[in-house]
């Protein structure tokens, strides 16, 4: 029952039809587990993937901000996010996704360097003075 939930929801998207796919997601979490939320994230994860590598970027906004709410330590997330929104010139955006990102990663981690870095090298080219 889930996975033809999700899988209503993915049409919806497709079709740009955000609040419906969003309504989709929210009927699919209601009946989830924690293996089913686990694999609902996955699933949002490989869409997102998708869509950037096909240059779908709205669809791949939409998965990637519900990766964020299903799996909010996916440090990927946040990197493509903030990426997505510097390359678009919405430098101040991409800062704040990789400040969220931060927020949920292990202090002194690889994770953490890494968007740290992203963050600094961001940071650099929204304000070249």
Sequence with gaps: MVQETIAKAKRAAIRR???EADNYLRAALLQANA????????????????CQSLQLDDLMV???????QLQPQRVGAYLRLGLHYARH??????????????EMVEAGG????????????????????
């Design 110 to 129: 690889p994770d953490e360097m890494l968007l740290q870095r992203t963050y600094r090298r961001l940071l650099r080219r929204s304000n070249p003075y």
């Design 17 to 19: 039809q955000w609040d």
């Design 62 to 68: 939409w998965a990637t901000e519900w990766v964020v």
């Design 89 to 102: 010139g919405q430098y101040q955006t991409g800062l704040e996704w990789l400040k969220r990102g931060l």
């Design 35 to 50: 293996d089913t939320l686990k694999e609902l994230g996955e699933l949002m994860e490989l869409l997102a993937t998708d």
